[in-house]
């Protein structure tokens, strides 16, 4: 196995696939070391899914500038690599004179910072225009979206590993050793070396820019937690409310579509500080079922189909204070590194600013050649769900396996069941089949195809019973045969 | 006097049934519904036993196991020697309802049958 | 597109039933779809014994009552076809399937509903805790012990005390599991009460009542959960917490009829049974579309979803026939005590029969159908348990075609 490379990044998150994704336009051998099985399994896999449009960030901020650059290029990304997205716009809704004039500074933010159209409306207009939501009045954010953070993370992997990226998962990085003009990052699996090092580590990025020289940041993580609900009352709700920012300027529970039909409620904010805990709590469960209704009526227990927590990668700077916005770092006296620290919200939409401006900096220290074989366009597994009869029928005729259903709630076919096992990266999880297809997200949770999935699983990838793992390396699902 | 009170597994009614056997040899059942309740508690009360069901593997099929269960009760102690047994058979496809996969098995009078039509493939 | 006088969607208990039924009544140009590649739906994994003691009269494993159907179906001569999948159900009674050879249409002049039902999940519930592996669906379970030769976990505990859970309790002790306990929230087991004993009680597995379980730990695989008692608002009981250690947790916390397919159609909803507002003739209120079985309300018997399914039958044939069914204009209402019931209208005409869960349990009480002043019918029973759906017939001599019925259950 090859393991000398030009660039090593370190964390194949939507950060890291975009970096990855943004150097694969030059020759360059690249590594993406991954801990976990899959690219979406941390903070990437665990968030709302929202296109931010940058209202909310301190003027000239790399918050500001990557969210709205990312927000105003994202029609076109999502074309290229065939990510599931709607510009539907966002609802920031409020009562009485205190709330409107917190969102009056909201909105003289968003004004100052270029976000366009915005605008208030009143009740009358809310109700006409979001019948299921309350307010007083609201502001409007237009350039607001929806997009599926699975589709958008796979895609900026898989054609980064389409044009040459090498990932390898299961590969925690375990220290960074500079020898000469190298970096070697050591793994369980052994050790890697490259000329450069990028540090997307997310949650990690703390301990690897340690690892590197750079600052001392701590780890100051936050919790957030969610119920989704069934695609039966996604129809309800059309773009994103949430409610007047509180009086530390953070939103609580709001309600947000996902672009296949079901709703979030949520997240809550909680200071978790050094700890990972991705578990769901009866305390913000309770949260969720009080807040979530203030928003949107249907946030009722028979409608839940399942809940998940996010983490995400906050720091504190050597001063002890929460870093306010993304840290994107280089240091002469730590050369061909790139530090990205603090990468949390708006981190998904301004994937790729950021990782265009990580090759600017790599720009600034060698002349990179470009590879002329790039392709920029990705496309999806074709779903059977989305098409019309006719197109139905047209992909059976191409493939039969198009007319068996593995998953009933998310009609999901074993042709794409088989094309996410044959995946370009090689993930070969359960959790990975349901990133990559939507089967088991739907409201019976793989009561149906989580069977069939693993059958599969064993023919087309050969892999044991005992092999096959839900998520993680340690998460199997069986111990074998009956008999 | 040996009693018990039990709750009769023969249908869903599920009745919970007392018997008595007095040392004069009579014995008494009340609570069931049914015949087939009193013969259950009498059983239960001197002998009790079950049928029970399960897999054996089978070969050529589309499915890997093929469901069995035993054609009569047996005493409840000598279940799982029983299981040791079905767990050692493979058979071959096709399989029909009422095949014999185990004849008298453990010497308790009972067989072991297929309960499921698989087709050879 | 191809039109047949019945088509029915799933070829489980219920679908065969129906089929065999309308063939007995005169009705031949009939289809099932089922998605499976083979007829006889959730029955094929239930291979424990205790079927159709009602029904046929001696005790039979789930595969085996299936196939006297399968049989039968075969013998008169039903069509069916199966590995299609019905993706789309329309209020004209259209029908679309995916299948490997292409997209199926057909029309039924009636639409028979014979779907089943789906488990209850986790996250229907918002368990807390971690979403390792290790955490099943009883049902999920017992399709991968029973048919895919697949062993979920070696220390398992139970949650919720439903059969399927009770079933799979007995399976995986007998395939070489340990299984530690079942915990259930309500005073009162769920399942029935042959289950405790034969399944639990002949193997000491321990029951808790009145335990819920409030977290889920583990990383990766399930590591254990945590359990507290509970009070009877469903509070927990200080200093009551427990953990338990296990690699396996399988559910049985319910079932839901699966009827995205009727709602697709406009078929209306009972937030009760989470299945169709039926009729006497087990219609919904779109015209020529029927449902019996586990779709139409949860039962605990599948002799009695044959029953049911050849109940509506005789209906659907009416149907056929005559073009038309009587109108039932006349709400049965539901006293508080009655979990739910079928059917939730009537014509007030006939006689029909009416199934029914209570809410709770209860000792000596007391089944009453009015209408109006008109006792209609009243039941004694020595006890009513929620697990145990009770089934009455109300005879039409009493009955007039206007006032609306009541149903109540009380103490005596």
Redesign the interface.
């Given at each position: 196995m090859k393991t000398d490379f030009d660039v090593i990044i370190i964390g194949g998150g939507v950060v890291g696939s975009a970096v990855a994704r943004e150097l694969s336009r030059y020759k360059l051998g690249i590594a993406v070391l991954e801990k976990e099985l899959d690219v979406v399994n941390g903070t990437s896999g665990h968030n709302t899914g929202l296109l931010h449009s940058g209202a909310l960030y301190e003027k000239n901020s790399l918050k500001m500038i990557c969210s709205m650059e990312g927000n105003a290029d994202f029609d076109r990304v999502a074309e290229e690599l065939d990510v599931p997205f709607k510009r539907c716009g966002k609802l920031v809704v409020g009562f009485g004179d205190e709330e409107r004039e917190r969102l009056e500074k909201l909105y003289q933010k968003g004004l100052d910072n270029g976000v366009p159209g915005l605008r208030m409306i009143d009740h009358a207009e809310l109700k006409s225009i979001e019948p299921s939501a309350d307010g007083d009045f609201a502001l409007v954010v237009p350039t607001a979206g929806i997009l599926c953070p699975f589709t958008y993370t796979i895609a900026l992997a898989e054609n980064a590993a389409m044009n040459g990226a090498k990932y390898f998962f299961d590969h925690a990085a375990t220290g960074i050793d500079r020898t000469g003009d190298h970096y070697t990052v050591h793994t369980a699996k052994g050790d890697f070396t490259g000329r450069w090092v990028i540090n997307c580590a997310g949650l990690f990025a703390y301990q690897v820019s340690k690892w590197l020289g750079f600052g001392a940041y701590e780890p100051a993580r936050v919790k957030g937690e969610y119920i989704i609900l069934d695609k039966r009352v996604g129809k309800h709700l059309i773009r994103p409310v949430y409610p007047t920012p509180n009086i530390y300027g953070d939103f609580d529970v709001h309600v947000t579509p996902t672009i296949d039909g079901n709703v979030l409620v949520g997240p809550t904010i909680e200071n978790i500080g050094d700890k990972i805990d991705y578990s769901a709590t009866q305390d913000m469960i309770d949260v969720l079922a009080r807040d979530g209704l203030k928003m949107f009526d249907y946030v009722k227990r028979e409608h839940y189909i399942r809940n998940y927590a996010g983490v995400f990668p906050t720091v504190k700077n050597e001063k002890g204070e929460v870093e306010p916005d993304f840290c994107i770092q280089t240091r002469e006296d730590i050369p061909n590194a790139v530090n990205l620290v603090g990468i949390n919200s708006p981190g998904l939409t301004s994937s790729l600013p950021i990782a265009r401006r990580v090759v600017e900096k790599i720009k600034a220290q060698e002349k990179l050649i470009p590879n002329e074989s790039f392709d920029p366009v990705r496309r999806g597994i074709e779903r059977f769900a989305e098409k019309s009869k006719a197109e139905q029928a047209e992909l059976i005729a191409s493939d039969a396996d198009y007319g068996e259903i593995f998953c009933r709630c998310e009609c999901v076919t074993k042709a794409e069941i088989k094309k996410a096992a044959h995946n370009i990266l090689g993930v070969s999880t359960v959790t990975g089949i349901k990133y990559r297809t939507r089967a088991t997200m739907g409201r019976c949770q793989g009561g149906y195809c989580q069977t069939r999935i693993a059958a599969l699983l064993q023919q087309e990838l050969g892999q044991k019973k005992n092999e096959i793992r839900l998520k993680t390396t340690g998460g199997y699902m069986f111990t074998g045969d009956v008999k | 006097m040996k009693s018990k009170t039990l709750t009769c597994i023969i249908c869903p009614n599920g009745c919970t049934i007392d018997v008595k056997a007095h040392d004069n040899g009579d014995i008494e059942v009340s609570g069931n519904k049914c015949p087939r309740g009193k013969e259950y508690a009498v059983q239960e009360l001197f002998d009790p036993r079950r049928t029970i069901s399960s897999t054996v593997r089978i070969e050529g099929a589309m499915l890997p196991l093929c469901s069995v269960r035993l054609d009569r009760p047996v005493p409840k102690k000598e279940i799982f020697a029983v299981m040791e047994e079905i767990n050692k058979v493979s058979i071959k496809a096709p399989s029909h309802i009422g095949d014999v996969v185990i004849e008298n098995v453990c010497g308790l009078g009972a067989n072991v049958i297929v309960t499921k039509n698989l087709d050879k493939i | 597109m191809r039109t047949h006088d019945a088509v029915i969607i799933g070829g489980g208990p219920a679908g065969l039933a129906a089929a065999v039924q309308l063939k007995k009544n005169g009705i031949d140009d009939i289809l099932i779809i089922e998605?499976e590649?083979h007829l006889g739906g959730i029955l094929?994994q239930c291979?424990?014994?205790?079927f159709g003691?009602?029904r046929f009269g001696v005790?039979?494993?789930g595969?085996?009552y299936s196939?006297r159907f399968i049989d039968m179906a075969n013998e008169l001569g039903v069509s069916t076809v199966t590995?299609a999948?019905v993706?789309?159900l329309n209020g004209d009674r259209v029908i679309?399937a995916?299948?490997?050879?292409?997209?199926l249409q057909v029309q039924g002049k009636a639409v028979i509903l014979t779907m089943g039902c789906?488990?209850r999940?986790?996250?229907?519930?918002?368990?807390?805790?971690?979403?390792?592996?290790?955490v099943f669906?009883a049902?999920?379970t017992q399709?991968?012990?029973?048919?895919?030769?697949?062993?979920?976990?070696?220390e398992v505990l139970i949650m919720g005390s439903g059969d399927i859970g009770l079933i799979m309790a007995r399976?995986l002790t007998?395939?070489g599991a340990k299984v530690k306990g079942v915990f259930e929230i309500m005073p009162y087991p769920s399942g029935?009460?042959?289950n405790?004993?034969?399944c639990l009680?002949?193997y000491d597995i321990p029951l808790y009542l009145s335990h819920s379980v409030?977290?889920i730990k583990g990383?990766?695989?399930i590591e254990g959960v945590r359990v507290v008692q509970v009070d009877e608002s469903f509070r927990p009981i200080e200093g009551t917490e427990k953990y338990f250690s296990c690699?396996t947790l399988v559910l049985s916390v319910g079932l839901i009829p699966?009827n995205?397919l009727s709602?697709a159609a406009g078929v209306e909803l009972d937030w009760r049974t989470n299945g169709a507002v039926v009729d006497e003739f087990y219609q919904s209120n779109v015209p020529g579309i029927f449902a019996a079985g586990n779709v139409l309300h949860v039962h605990?018997?599948v002799d009695f979803v044959s029953k049911e399914a050849e109940a509506m039958a005789e209906g659907v044939a009416e149907y056929l026939k005559n073009g038309a069914l009587p109108e039932c204009g006349l709400e049965i209402k539901a006293g508080n005590d009655i979990g739910h019931l079928i059917p939730q209208r009537v014509s007030g005409k006939r006689d029909f029969k009416l199934s029914l869960r209570v809410r709770k349990p209860w000792g000596k009480c007391c089944l009453e159908v009015r209408q109006g002043e008109t006792v209609l019918k009243s039941l004694k029973l020595a006890k009513a348990i929620p697990a145990?759906m009770i089934e009455l017939v109300i005879p039409a001599e009493k009955m007039n075609s206007v006032e609306d019925l009541e149903v109540r259950v009380y103490e005596i």
């Amino acid at each position: 196995m090859k393991t000398d490379f030009d660039v090593i990044i370190i964390g194949g998150g939507v950060v890291g696939s975009a970096v990855a994704r943004e150097l694969s336009r030059y020759k360059l051998g690249i590594a993406v070391l991954e801990k976990e099985l899959d690219v979406v399994n941390g903070t990437s896999g665990h968030n709302t899914g929202l296109l931010h449009s940058g209202a909310l960030y301190e003027k000239n901020s790399l918050k500001m500038i990557c969210s709205m650059e990312g927000n105003a290029d994202f029609d076109r990304v999502a074309e290229e690599l065939d990510v599931p997205f709607k510009r539907c716009g966002k609802l920031v809704v409020g009562f009485g004179d205190e709330e409107r004039e917190r969102l009056e500074k909201l909105y003289q933010k968003g004004l100052d910072n270029g976000v366009p159209g915005l605008r208030m409306i009143d009740h009358a207009e809310l109700k006409s225009i979001e019948p299921s939501a309350d307010g007083d009045f609201a502001l409007v954010v237009p350039t607001a979206g929806i997009l599926c953070p699975f589709t958008y993370t796979i895609a900026l992997a898989e054609n980064a590993a389409m044009n040459g990226a090498k990932y390898f998962f299961d590969h925690a990085a375990t220290g960074i050793d500079r020898t000469g003009d190298h970096y070697t990052v050591h793994t369980a699996k052994g050790d890697f070396t490259g000329r450069w090092v990028i540090n997307c580590a997310g949650l990690f990025a703390y301990q690897v820019s340690k690892w590197l020289g750079f600052g001392a940041y701590e780890p100051a993580r936050v919790k957030g937690e969610y119920i989704i609900l069934d695609k039966r009352v996604g129809k309800h709700l059309i773009r994103p409310v949430y409610p007047t920012p509180n009086i530390y300027g953070d939103f609580d529970v709001h309600v947000t579509p996902t672009i296949d039909g079901n709703v979030l409620v949520g997240p809550t904010i909680e200071n978790i500080g050094d700890k990972i805990d991705y578990s769901a709590t009866q305390d913000m469960i309770d949260v969720l079922a009080r807040d979530g209704l203030k928003m949107f009526d249907y946030v009722k227990r028979e409608h839940y189909i399942r809940n998940y927590a996010g983490v995400f990668p906050t720091v504190k700077n050597e001063k002890g204070e929460v870093e306010p916005d993304f840290c994107i770092q280089t240091r002469e006296d730590i050369p061909n590194a790139v530090n990205l620290v603090g990468i949390n919200s708006p981190g998904l939409t301004s994937s790729l600013p950021i990782a265009r401006r990580v090759v600017e900096k790599i720009k600034a220290q060698e002349k990179l050649i470009p590879n002329e074989s790039f392709d920029p366009v990705r496309r999806g597994i074709e779903r059977f769900a989305e098409k019309s009869k006719a197109e139905q029928a047209e992909l059976i005729a191409s493939d039969a396996d198009y007319g068996e259903i593995f998953c009933r709630c998310e009609c999901v076919t074993k042709a794409e069941i088989k094309k996410a096992a044959h995946n370009i990266l090689g993930v070969s999880t359960v959790t990975g089949i349901k990133y990559r297809t939507r089967a088991t997200m739907g409201r019976c949770q793989g009561g149906y195809c989580q069977t069939r999935i693993a059958a599969l699983l064993q023919q087309e990838l050969g892999q044991k019973k005992n092999e096959i793992r839900l998520k993680t390396t340690g998460g199997y699902m069986f111990t074998g045969d009956v008999k | 006097m040996k009693s018990k009170t039990l709750t009769c597994i023969i249908c869903p009614n599920g009745c919970t049934i007392d018997v008595k056997a007095h040392d004069n040899g009579d014995i008494e059942v009340s609570g069931n519904k049914c015949p087939r309740g009193k013969e259950y508690a009498v059983q239960e009360l001197f002998d009790p036993r079950r049928t029970i069901s399960s897999t054996v593997r089978i070969e050529g099929a589309m499915l890997p196991l093929c469901s069995v269960r035993l054609d009569r009760p047996v005493p409840k102690k000598e279940i799982f020697a029983v299981m040791e047994e079905i767990n050692k058979v493979s058979i071959k496809a096709p399989s029909h309802i009422g095949d014999v996969v185990i004849e008298n098995v453990c010497g308790l009078g009972a067989n072991v049958i297929v309960t499921k039509n698989l087709d050879k493939i | 597109m191809r039109t047949h006088d019945a088509v029915i969607i799933g070829g489980g208990p219920a679908g065969l039933a129906a089929a065999v039924q309308l063939k007995k009544n005169g009705i031949d140009d009939i289809l099932i779809i089922e998605r499976e590649k083979h007829l006889g739906g959730i029955l094929r994994q239930c291979i424990h014994d205790g079927f159709g003691l009602t029904r046929f009269g001696v005790t039979l494993s789930g595969p085996e009552y299936s196939q006297r159907f399968i049989d039968m179906a075969n013998e008169l001569g039903v069509s069916t076809v199966t590995n299609a999948t019905v993706i789309d159900l329309n209020g004209d009674r259209v029908i679309t399937a995916a299948t490997q050879q292409g997209l199926l249409q057909v029309q039924g002049k009636a639409v028979i509903l014979t779907m089943g039902c789906r488990e209850r999940t986790r996250g229907a519930l918002a368990i807390p805790g971690t979403r390792p592996a290790g955490v099943f669906n009883a049902g999920v379970t017992q399709s991968y012990v029973n048919l895919y030769n697949t062993m979920v976990g070696k220390e398992v505990l139970i949650m919720g005390s439903g059969d399927i859970g009770l079933i799979m309790a007995r399976r995986l002790t007998l395939e070489g599991a340990k299984v530690k306990g079942v915990f259930e929230i309500m005073p009162y087991p769920s399942g029935l009460p042959r289950n405790i004993e034969q399944c639990l009680n002949d193997y000491d597995i321990p029951l808790y009542l009145s335990h819920s379980v409030v977290e889920i730990k583990g990383q990766e695989r399930i590591e254990g959960v945590r359990v507290v008692q509970v009070d009877e608002s469903f509070r927990p009981i200080e200093g009551t917490e427990k953990y338990f250690s296990c690699d396996t947790l399988v559910l049985s916390v319910g079932l839901i009829p699966e009827n995205e397919l009727s709602l697709a159609a406009g078929v209306e909803l009972d937030w009760r049974t989470n299945g169709a507002v039926v009729d006497e003739f087990y219609q919904s209120n779109v015209p020529g579309i029927f449902a019996a079985g586990n779709v139409l309300h949860v039962h605990d018997l599948v002799d009695f979803v044959s029953k049911e399914a050849e109940a509506m039958a005789e209906g659907v044939a009416e149907y056929l026939k005559n073009g038309a069914l009587p109108e039932c204009g006349l709400e049965i209402k539901a006293g508080n005590d009655i979990g739910h019931l079928i059917p939730q209208r009537v014509s007030g005409k006939r006689d029909f029969k009416l199934s029914l869960r209570v809410r709770k349990p209860w000792g000596k009480c007391c089944l009453e159908v009015r209408q109006g002043e008109t006792v209609l019918k009243s039941l004694k029973l020595a006890k009513a348990i929620p697990a145990e759906m009770i089934e009455l017939v109300i005879p039409a001599e009493k009955m007039n075609s206007v006032e609306d019925l009541e149903v109540r259950v009380y103490e005596i």
